[in-house]
Every structure is written in structure tokens, then in C-alpha cells.
């Protein structure tokens, strides 16, 4: 009797709006159609696409150094796709580079992550891909060398987005291995006909909520990859654009930068003005364009011009679309727009972050209003000089063993022993940096007697007085106070002024420290929108 055979499977569950197998093909594809034996009892279409062949590029380059002529060699594309009815759905398993002839719009994303995460053995899995969005996407991939629990990969489950996942399922009769993103990709010794039972246990596991006994926190976040929803969000996008919500939308850079060393700022829509706006601002850059003759096409062509103290010209350094920091609501579910992409914040955890951010108390502390002209370390210093019982420690770097560069302690020290970490409410990717700042220096500080031997000296010179909260034995954490200051022109209290991500990152510091033992509180520095005579 003929054994199965071990095959590495992928398969694509269609969106049910597709009724078709033919409505699911790109255009302009070539390819032959075979039915499914009607001995299987399967309902489908069997398609084989055209062959292609193609010269490799580097068979040029192997020419120049070769005395007589290459043989002439091709690289071959086949492909291919099984479609196959079940349960009023259809299925796709792509078989070579098969997956290109689909469109991109007609299959369900994170099917297979979501079949993956109710079928696999949580005690067994091989590899996970994550992404980071504290600050700056950052992409990971995980892998052990043999079979372990997702506690082994170290997880953040409060930042980090499950993408991809390897793992043997808890039934060895369904797969012997699986792995789950868009597509289902599982490894099986089977025949053909084998299909029959195994897809309608595959669907039944994508209709199922199981996952979210042991991967809870999987839907926290998400980001968003279906084009019809994508394509709705930038439409709204573009709305808020045109109707100048300011409310919810602002510009930031989409990555860390170094702020001493700009300038300002200008825009491609505006490039033939000697204009430099001092700061990212929504309302300047709508000052540049006729906002109603905005599309999505265009948006995503204009470019940040950025003068850099050490450059003469304006430097093109990022696109704006990837700069717009947007938050809107589509059926109820709150999306936001960071970096360049979208994604979904589930709406119980949204609120979740929302009152822990509201609940952090009031920091008693008196900062004078931030004038509009004013920059950071030009207001850190009148700070100092108005508060009168505080010293200015921001730009002062201090070498530590707990950290590969010199670190500020924070930007104002106080007489009741609190830390006052400064930032202008930027983004969510300048913020980090606040936050960052504010968990090093504390934990420098309680575990790096150097560290606070170098502060003391410091404190020496200004503030005499304040020596005392620098001991040479490890202080009491429980007798200082972290504060996180927002320098923001809006409105809004917090936390509503603050992006979404910035309040989850905020969240993660403020445990963080409170497990150290330091009291953490918040405050809003509000800053003038018009400017005025500074004394």
C-alpha cells in the first residue's frame, strides 16, 4: 500500500465577498484550468500558470571575467493554485510562486496566524516574528533551538505585534508543523484527498476564539494589512486634511532625531520660500498647499525639508506621510496612523491605558507657561531661574556604568527630590526618548554609586543644599518623585493631548519605576500660542 508523502503546504482563505475562483486571479495572467477528480468528492479548479523563464542577472557579470562564452542559463517560475469549495468559502493553495497570480485584496489577512495561534501547542512553538512600535517600528525574528513556551521568546505583550508564528499543533493528525501569517503554511504526510478533512478543520479553527485563552494580549494591537480598510482609513485621512482637524492629527519625525542640530523645517510644497518653520506643525504645512486639491497619491509624494545647523541647503529627509501622526474611529475601532502605517488598537485596552495614564497623579510642581518662540533648553533654563528652588542639569551628560553613553540625570532637580524630565509633545517617537531618559537616569541612580558621586560633585557647585539627596550609600527610592512634563499648545488635558502610543509607553516607564519604588506623576506645561516679551 502506497505511503503519503511529507508536503509543505500553503493555503489562502478567500474573503467571502469572492464567489468566484476567477474573481480572485490578477489580470493579464495566463494559465490552464483541470478540474478535481471526480473520484475525490471536491468541489474546485485546478490552475497552472504560465512558465517563465529569465536570464539571472548575474550571468553578465560572470561573463566579463570569463575568456570564452557562458552557456546561456534560465531561471524557471512556475505556478500554480489549487482552489477549493468549503462551507460556502473558497480556499487557495499556492503552489510555487502561485501566490502572485491572487490579488491582494481578495484573501483574509492574519488567516493563518489566527489558525496557527488555535491550533498550535503553546508549550511547543520554534519561532515567533514580532514588531516593535515603542518608538520605531523594529522587526524581530525568534527562533529555539528546540520546541519551547512562548515565555521563552520574551516577549513585550503590551508593544510588541505577533506577525508570524512556528509551532507544532497539540493534533500531530492535522500537522505535523505550522506556521501562521496571512497564508497557512503546514507541514503534513498526506495524499490529495487528505484535503477534504483538513480544510474544513482549518476553518473551523479561524472561526474559533481559543487563542485568546493563552495569547490574550494578541489583539491588543494589530496592524492593519487589508487594503479595503486601509483604503477607507486614508480616506479619512485625507478628509481631516481638508477640513483642517487639528484635533487629530499633527506631525512628528518618524524617527528618532538629533534636535541641537535643526534648524527648522520647510516642506517640497514649499520649497521655493526661504521660509524655515522652527517646528513640525500641522498648520504650516497646510499653509503651503491648497489643502482641497489634496489626495492620497500626492500626500504621499511631499517631502520634510530639514535645515541642519552644520548644511546650507535644505535636506529632503522624509516623506510626509510617513511624519503624520493620525488617530480616527472606523466602525467603532479605533486606528491609528504612525510611521507610515496603520494600525488597530483594540478598544478595551485602548481605554485600559487611557485611565492608568489619567490616574497618575498631578505633579505638585509650579513651571512657568513655555512661550511660543521658546526652545526646549532655552526653556529648561528660564525654568530653573523662575522656579528658584530647582537646578538645571539638562545638557549636563554624566558618565554611568549602566548605560554605553553618558546620560542627563533629567532636566530640572528640585529641592523636594523630584527629577523633571522636559519634552515638547512632538510624537510618540520624541516622547520615547522622554520616557527612555526618565527610566535610565532613575535606574542609574539607585544601583551606580559612581554615577551619583559624579552627580553629587555637580550639585556641589549649584546647589549645596541639594547634596543631600546624592548619599554615597544606595538611597531610598520611595523619597524621590520621577516627573514627566509635556510641553503642548492644545487644549486638551491629559492624557487626551497624548497619542496613543506615547500613552502606552508611558504606562510601560510608569511600572517600571514604581517597581523600583519611585513615586512617578505627570504634568501639562502649556504653551503660548502667540508670542510675547519674555523679561
Known amino acids: 500500500m502506497e505511503k503519503p508523502k511529507s508536503r509543505q503546504l500553503a493555503v489562502f482563505l478567500i474573503k467571502p465577498e469572492f464567489h468566484n475562483w476567477k474573481d480572485c486571479l490578477k489580470e493579464k495572467i495566463n494559465y490552464d484550468t483541470y478540474d478535481i477528480s471526480p473520484e475525490i468528492d471536491m468541489s474546485g479548479k485546478i490552475i497552472i500558470g504560465e512558465v517563465r523563464e529569465k536570464r539571472p542577472k548575474w550571468l553578465s557579470f560572470l561573463q566579463e571575467g570569463s575568456n570564452k562564452k557562458l552557456k546561456d542559463v534560465c531561471n524557471t517560475s512556475t505556478r500554480a493554485l489549487l482552489f477549493v469549495n468549503c462551507e460556502e468559502r473558497i480556499f487557495a493553495i499556492a503552489f510555487g510562486y502561485g501566490h502572485y497570480m491572487l490579488k491582494e485584496d481578495c484573501y483574509e489577512r492574519g488567516f493563518g496566524l489566527k489558525v496557527t495561534l488555535n491550533t498550535v501547542d503553546p508549550s511547543k512553538l520554534r519561532s515567533l516574528d514580532t514588531s516593535n512600535i515603542e518608538e520605531l517600528t523594529v522587526q524581530t525574528r525568534k527562533q529555539t533551538s528546540k520546541s519551547s513556551s512562548v515565555d521563552t521568546f520574551g516577549l513585550n505583550i503590551l508593544s510588541d505585534l505577533m506577525r508570524m508564528v512556528t509551532g507544532e499543533p497539540r493534533d500531530q493528525t492535522l500537522a505535523i508543523r505550522i506556521t501562521g501569517k496571512d497564508a497557512l503554511v503546514f507541514n503534513s504526510k498526506m495524499f490529495f484527498q487528505d484535503l477534504k478533512d483538513k480544510l474544513p478543520r482549518f476553518l473551523m479553527a479561524y472561526r474559533s476564539n481559543e487563542y485568546k485563552e493563552k495569547f490574550y494580549w494578541i489583539d491588543n494591537l494589530s496592524e492593519v494589512r487589508d487594503l479595503v480598510i486601509l483604503e477607507k482609513l486614508n480616506t479619512s485621512l485625507i478628509e481631516a486634511l481638508k477640513k483642517r482637524d487639528f484635533d487629530k492629527i499633527h506631525l512628528a519625525p518618524p524617527e528618532i532625531v538629533e534636535w541641537p542640530r535643526i534648524e527648522g523645517f520647510n516642506y517640497s510644497t514649499n520649497k521655493n520660500s526661504d521660509n524655515i518653520f522652527p517646528d513640525l506643525e500641522i498648520e504650516e504645512f497646510l499653509s503651503t498647499i491648497e489643502p482641497e486639491k489634496l489626495d492620497l497619491k500626492r500626500l504621499k ?36 496612523l504612525t510611521m507610515g502605517k496603520w494600525f488597530n488598537i483594540e478598544t478595551n485596552f485602548a481605554k485600559t491605558v487611557t485611565d492608568f495614564i489619567r490616574n497618575i497623579p498631578e505633579a505638585e510642581v509650579d513651571l512657568p507657561v513655555c512661550q511660543v518662540l521658546e526652545n526646549e533648553a532655552e526653556y529648561n533654563k528660564r525654568a530653573a531661574e523662575s522656579m528658584k528652588n530647582a537646578v538645571l542639569m539638562d545638557r549636563i551628560l554624566i558618565p554611568c556604568d549602566s548605560a554605553r553613553d553618558k546620560i542627563e540625570l533629567c532636566d530640572l532637580f528640585t529641592e523636594s527630590g523630584q527629577f523633571i524630565h522636559i519634552k515638547p509633545k512632538r510624537s510618540s517617537s520624541t516622547l520615547s526618548h522622554l520616557f527612555a531618559q526618565g527610566r535610565v537616569s532613575a535606574e542609574s541612580f539607585l544601583q ?86 519674555i523679561n
Open 448 to 533: 551606580d554609586k559612581k554615577f551619583r558621586g559624579e552627580v553629587r560633585q555637580l550639585i556641589t557647585k549649584e546647589k549645596s543644599d541639594l547634596v543631600r539627596y546624592f548619599p554615597d550609600t544606595k538611597p531610598n527610592p520611595s523619597d524621590y518623585e520621577v516627573v514627566f512634563a509635556f510641553i503642548d499648545n492644545s487644549d486638551k488635558k491629559l492624557p487626551e493631548s497624548l497619542p496613543f502610543f506615547t500613552k502606552l509607553n508611558f504606562m510601560q516607564t510608569t511600572k517600571a519605576l514604581s517597581l523600583l519604588g519611585f513615586k512617578v506623576s505627570k504634568i501639562k506645561i502649556k504653551k503660548q500660542s502667540n508670542p510675547q516679551i
Open 301 to 336: 509624494k511631499i517631502k520634510i525639508l530639514v535645515k541642519m545647523s552644520t548644511e546650507e541647503d535644505l535636506i529632503p529627509m522624509w516623506k510626509l506621510y510617513d511624519s503624520i501622526v493620525f488617530e480616527t474611529y472606523l466602525d467603532n475601532d479605533l486606528y491609528i
